[in-house]
């Protein structure tokens, strides 16, 4: 039984979440699906050459480019990216995957070894790659910024750091981003909560009296919100996109894109597809605007690496670089203005921090692996555009200006979103294989879905919300639980028990109209 206090500040967090889904489209607040979206985002054809204009040409906001622009060069950046991160430099990070969680008392669990990661021994990790001589030039400077135990944040940073003497490293190419089977409360309330973090205070108050014409609208919300909530939407569009293409198939063991999941999470509202398109435009801004940094940059790990494998780094990063350099136009510039600019800028960075310590909640060590990788990422991006100004991004006057695990972060990252990309032009080709019967009934059960209560992105059924079938699901995971080892099977009974617990109570619990005054809320 959770304490208290905590069982407070949980419930807390989900109201919080709930009142803004009220307010803002949102993945906790699902409309109804119109057919018309599906198909469009379905049937529509990327086209392969585009070029970014001088002026705002389209529904990317605060950016120079528009939807096809983006799509014309992505082929070529995720190919590059592709083998890019697949180098001995981008592939091994190191990370801290068993700090406690800071806001709640976490007993969720993936019983699916799926959720599982493979671990590198740190005498496989060149040497200037590993913890003793990183530490050497990462560790916090006494009056810097802010030291937590396991972790801390510079004045500069939108996320906070793993000490570089904790943690593991991980092949991230070995742990690949895909459906685990962390399902349940646990899985939903770290979504709510950081949804909960899209909520601006006093600084956004200050902002709105500001009479800079382009900062608001007529909503009453402020640039940086939007800007802020497109970001998070766009993360989570990229992992469900991730998700849905890597399922699998309960009946035949198989893994696949699930169509049906990708229709149900993001076809069917296809502003999340638009936030995923804004996030690549944002990641592209920060690359090339780290082109001279990157480009310096000392991927070698020790002194007698093969030159090949150096120069292969270089030569791909480069033309990440360019690519980068001419679709990346967000403007950065429109954020931020005003006497209040400073505290809201302080806000923003506190609200994504917290985003990025929510990682530290997430149940499953894969999830929460590829979770703090496209935190640390985006953080990353948002550092290089609204903290560093070009003398402090010359690689001459700072080499050691950013973190090794911040540069793999980020590429990483990039490489994520771009592979969304490519994801959802295979979930349009397996549409256009199907029948107008199989498009009906995929509409109809995404319509189904959206009507009925709210699922973890993480349900191996996601979007059939009946009881029946989330049984069926959590059964199917904790008899391959059962059959993989007797720790998960033993802790897949229990959650499950509890759960069920939960679910009785709330059946005799009294309405909110009939309760009295709570204290502790």
Sequence with gaps: MLPRHLLALSFSLILDSLAYASQSPSFLSEPVVRKDQVQNVLEHEPVKEAVCENHLTGPIETTLCDYETIESVNDELFNQLHSLVE????????????RDCPYWEENGFCANRECGITTVDESEIPERWRAAALSKVEMLSQGEGIRLPGCYYRDSDYCFLDDPTDGEYVDLTLNPERFTGYIGPSAHRVWSAIYSENCFGLSQHAVLNEPVPDITRADGECLEQRVYYKIISGLHTSIST?????MMDQSTGQ???DLQCFINRVAAYPERLQY???DVVLLLRAVARLGPYLSAYDYCGTDDHEKGVHLETHQRLGRVIDVATAVGKFDETVLFRGENANMLKEEFKDHFRNVTRIMDCVGCDKCRLWGKVQ??????????????????????????????SEVVALINTLHRFSESLAAVNDFRRLWAAANAQDEERMIEAAASA??????????PV??????????????????????????????????GLRSAVDHVASLFEISGKDQGPRSDL
């Design 450 to 459: 959206a009507s009925g209560p709210p699922r973890s992105l993480h349900s």
């Design 375 to 404: 935190t640390m990422g985006v953080a990353t991006a948002l550092k290089v555009l609204f903290q560093l100004d070009e003398k402090t991004l010359d690689p001459s006057a700072n080499p050691n200006l950013l973190q090794r």
């Design 276 to 278: 995923l398109y804004f």
């Design 242 to 246: 991730h998700i849905c293409h890597d």
């Design 87 to 98: 180098t001995p430099f981008f592939k091994y990070f190191r990370v801290d995957l068993y």
């Design 462 to 495: 996601a979007g059939k919300d009946t009881a029946p079938d989330m049984f069926l699901a959590d059964l199917l995971v904790w008899l391959r639980a059962c059959r993989d080892g007797t720790v998960g099977c033993v802790q897949g009974l229990l959650e």
């Design 255 to 257: 893994w696949g894109p």
